[in-house]
């Protein structure tokens, strides 16, 4: 793939009747009335493979950056896949991408459960064609605990659980030369390295800020790993900004304003943006590889301990042994290449 054209809803598409059967990818608009029928059944999840359509697959959004993404992304042609935790919470969203003439689907998905979420990555490779992009958006920030598989909840939830979902998409990913957009943080430049013996205790943190920072950390090295075992993949990781969004439901309701104003929040919509700017970035064009990271929609080098190649190998191992017991993914077998400069 890599040439993802996504129209964007009252971008001046060509209206649907004036382009009957145009097959380019991100321009096709030959949704058969049957399978529009189909798409209106939520009971029937994954029911349409149309393989001339945009396929983006979005973790975590019923709400927040996740939600705003998937809005800016809605056109006739896109078929949006939105993995999330609970259907109810999402149908809201997948009739506005409709609306916007989308189509758009559920796909129930828990991070904290590694086996289900291996699980859910694994009915979608079986029953799909194609996938062009997956957003690895979901997260927490300043909760405390450990997920049901046993990891320290922010590690087990924002990093772990995406790698579990990760690995079964790859053939797909691989096939489509599509793209992998990791939703990192600003956070991770607080984290100057992962400490794998407390992976598997509580949040120690009274906060959690630190194990947030250390997770986040995690999504650049994954980023990094994948580039180098799967480099028929584009990935790519960012910061999106600070995001006035549901993310902060753990500071009391009364001091959000507050925290708002001073952070200088931007809305979700921003966020939204700052990920299909990631999406939809391409490499300079006087040569050199697009950048690992993106602050906002600015290249910026990640922190030392996300360039540093030995720990990302580490994590790869350390995430592939956590999940090995659990699920089936294959282990990547491509010949490892060197890590992409970052700028
Ligand atoms: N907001 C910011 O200022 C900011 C800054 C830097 C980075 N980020 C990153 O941006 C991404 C999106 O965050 P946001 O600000 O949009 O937060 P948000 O409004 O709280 O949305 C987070 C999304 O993640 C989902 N999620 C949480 N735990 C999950 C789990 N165990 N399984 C599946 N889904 C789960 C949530 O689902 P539920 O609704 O079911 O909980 C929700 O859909 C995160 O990766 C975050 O780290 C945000």
Not at 227 to 250: E, K, M, Y
Not at 294 to 310: I, N
Request: charged fraction near 20%; proline fraction near 6%; charge should be positive.
């Amino acid at each position: 793939m890599s040439n993802i054209h996504v129209t964007r809803a009252g971008s001046g598409t060509e209206p649907l009747e004036n382009q009957p059967n145009k097959t380019r990818r991100g321009y096709h608009a030959g949704i058969s009335g049957t399978r529009r029928h189909a798409l209106t059944d939520r009971q029937s999840i994954l029911y349409v493979d149309d393989s001339s359509m945009n396929t983006i697959l979005i973790t975590g959004a019923n709400t927040g950056i996740g939600r705003a993404c998937a809005e800016q992304l809605a056109a006739p042609g896109v078929r949006l896949i939105l993995a999330c935790r609970s259907r109810e919470r999402t149908q809201p969203v997948l009739a506005e991408l409709e609306r916007r003439g989308a189509v758009a689907e559920f796909l129930p998905l828990d991070l904290g459960d590694l086996a289900g979420a291996a699980a859910a990555a694994k009915s979608f490779a079986r029953a799909n064609r194609s996938l062009d992009v997956l957003i690895n958006n979901a997260g927490l920030a300043g909760a405390r605990g450990l997920t049901s598989a046993g990891y320290e909840l922010a590690f087990g939830t924002n990093h772990l659980g995406h790698f579990a979902f990760t690995l079964p998409l790859l053939p797909l990913l691989e096939a489509a030369r599509g793209r992998i957009v990791n939703v990192s943080s600003g956070s991770h430049y607080r984290a100057p390295g992962i400490n794998f013996e407390q992976l598997r205790t509580p949040t120690r943190t009274k906060t959690g800020l630190d194990e947030y920072g250390v997770s986040k950390l995690c999504n650049i090295l994954f980023t990094a790993e994948l580039r180098r075992r799967h480099p028929q993949i584009t990935a790519v990781s960012l910061h999106p900004g600070r995001i006035a969004s549901d993310v902060w439901r753990n500071v009391p309701a009364f001091f959000r304003p507050v925290l708002r104003w001073a952070l200088r929040m931007e809305s979700v919509h921003a966020g939204g943006a700052a990920v299909v700017h990631a999406l939809q970035a391409q490499a300079p064009k006087d040569g050199g590889e697009l950048p690992l990271y993106f602050h906002v929609q600015q290249p910026r080098p990640p922190s030392r301990a996300a360039q540093r190649e030995e720990l990302a190998a580490e994590l790869w191992r350390y995430s592939m042994d956590a999940v090995s017991d659990r699920s089936e993914a294959p282990l990547a077998s491509e010949p490892l290449r060197p890590h992409a400069a970052t700028t």
